[in-house]
Each structure stands twice: as structure tokens, then as C-alpha cells.
């Protein structure tokens, strides 16, 4: 990847790792706020957030598609200035008691604008890679993802044992400061110029719904889903049956969260590298292969150390999958296609983390008092047909598409602009 290349990926990186970290700093503590101050029951609160997340799929979609039609940082920006507007509203919510009903509504204006950002920075990085040095790209994204998850939920505990109103006006703050930053350092390409209202086309949710008539996009949303499913089972049912049926205590269950964290912070790069040596279907089956020996191992051991192997295998396949899905779906989109297709696979990239809490807790209650490691070799199998379905799809991709090229595309100088 040519320099200048490099440095915009770091640029987007770290604005997203900034954006996670100040998401961190409040959103994960808004359903403790809502039992512990507000006294609503668990089960309602856990409805709210899970409604709230199920909006995330809806304005993924919208995202994608503004951003095929307005330009990548135009969707970027304003996205991220209504959501500092919502999440400074809320903290006031919550700072002067408001009634409950204004409060939901600022909270699910603060998870639905949350959505916009990602899809148009993942076309935004699209425009300005070639199809080889997009794994790569997407795979520095996920180092600034995972630094900034890893930080901010630490720093916002402290927060709101002080006030919970302050940890999201930190929030507000911070975005506002990403916007500053993004607006400064980057810019659309120089070729995408204007040339009516609508810029390169109108938008047409219709048509977006229509995308999935692209069998190669509805079979990589499918593996999608089956494959997030399997990773969410990190933060529900890993929990489940490390507390419930094998009493371990918590901080064990947060160190497999950081052992996960730090296996994308620290290999992430070293695993780009090595795929871009192979074709992305290829690459995908290992990655998918790895979900499954980890995870699929998880229920025949009861001691921290052998579980922890498990869950740096399955870390390990995240490192291949996660960039491999959005470089796949990258290759496969036209120029006035990408925010469109990258915005439906989000759609269902949130809709796999749905499904993949909701399974775990059936798993966890219905199969596990019967057959403990049942749950996981079920995991472990939905894993490996993800991986064969992805693996398959080389039959339906040019080389090209599938990561592979006989030589190199030259890229201009004025591929990516910095100011």
C-alpha cells in the first residue's frame, strides 16, 4: 500500500477508534441507568437497548445510500453532527430528570444516527484502495475499533460514579472533536465532483432493497449473519457458561473479552498481510475454521486457561473474517454502488448480532443442562457451513474479486486527497 494510501486508512482508523472510545465512555451504561435510577425492570430495559439496535439496521441502510448519492464525507459529517445534537440532548435528559418518554426518544436518535458513520468511511476507504490493499485497509480500521472499545468503556466507569449526565456531554465532546479532525484531514476523491443536486445519482431506497437481487450480495449477507451470530456468543454466551455453569468469576469472564480485544489490536496487521497472499475465499474458510475449533471447544473444558486458547482461536478467525466480509462486498460493488451494498451489509452484520444474543440465551437454557459442550459444537458447525459458503463463492468472483491479481493496479497521485 502506497503511502499516502496508508496514511488516509490511519486517518479513518483513528476516528473510528475515537468514535468507539467515546461511544464506551457512555452508551454501554444507559441499561444500568435505566434499572438503578429510573427502576425500570431488567427485562424492559434489555428490550429498550435491543429495540434501540435494531434501528442501527435501518439507518445503516439509509447511510449506504445517502453516501452513494452525497458523498462519502458529507454522510460522514452530518451524521455525526445530529448525533452530537441527540446525545447532548440526552445527557440533559438525564441531567434534569426529563420524563422518560423524551429520554427514550434521545437514546434511539443517539443509536439510529450511531449508524451512519460507518458505512460511508468504509465506502470512503473503498474509493481510495485497490481491491488488494483493501484487507489490509479494513484491517487497521479494526485496530482503531478495537483500542477504542477497549478504552472507553474503562474510562466511563469512573465517569458515572461521578455523573452519569457528564458521560455522555464527554460523548458529545469527543464526536465534536472527530468532526473537527475529519473535516480538516480528509476529503472526497478530486473525480467525485457533482454534477446536479443529487450528486452521482438520486437516492432510491427501492432500488437499495433490490441490491440483494445480486445472488453474490444476498449469499455474503447470509454467510454474514451465520458468522456474527457465532461471534456474539463472546459477549452472551460465553458469559452464560462461564457464570451460570461454571461459576467462574467475573473478572475471568473480562479478561476473555481483553484477551479478544488484544489479539486484534496486536495481530491484526500481521494477518492482512498474510491474507493478501491468498484469495479472500480462501482466506475466509480459515477464518471461519478458526471460529470453530475455538468456539466449538469451549464446552468440553472447565478451567480458565484452555477456554482462553479457545477464545484467542476464535479471535484469531475474527482477524480474517471481519475485513474479509467488507473487502468482498467492496469488490463485488460498482463505484456508484459501494455506500449502498456496504450499508446492506451492516444491516445484516446487525442482524446476526441479534440473532447471535438471542440464540445464546436458548442455547444456554434449553441444550446446555442436557449436554454442556452441546451450545458450542452447535457454534462451531453454523461456523464451518459459513466458512464453506464463503469458500464456494470462488466459483462466482473474478480473481480480481476474490483478492487475487496477476499484477499490480497503479494508482494515481490524486487517488486520495489530504489537506
Known sequence: MQAVT??????????NGLLLFGYGLSLPFFTIYLISQRHLPPAMAGLVVALAGLSRCVSSAISGELADAFGRKNVMMWGLFSQIVAMFALGLCIEFDAQAGWMLVCYFLTTFLGAFFRPAANAWVTDHTTPRERVEAFGMIRIGLNIGWALGPAVGGFLVRCSYSMAFYFTALLYATTILYLGRLIKDRTSQRRSNRWGARKPSFVA????LKDTRLARICLYVVMITAVNSQLVVGLSIHCKQYLQ???????????INGLVVVFLQQ??????AKMRLSTAMLWGCALYAVGFGSVGFFSSFAPIAIGVFLAGVGELIVSPGEQTLVSNIASRETRGRYLGLLMVFYNLGSALGFFTAGLLGDYVAPHYLPGPWLIIGAVALMAGIGFWRMRYCLSASEDGKQTAPIPIKKDTITLS
Open 248 to 258: 467462574m468469576p467475573e473478572y475471568f469472564i473480562g479478561w476473555f473479552f481483553t
Open 6 to 15: 496508508r496514511k488516509g486508512m490511519w486517518l479513518v482508523s483513528v476516528a
Open 208 to 211: 437499495m432493497l433490490g441490491a
Open 270 to 275: 500481521w494477518a492482512s498481510r498474510i491474507m
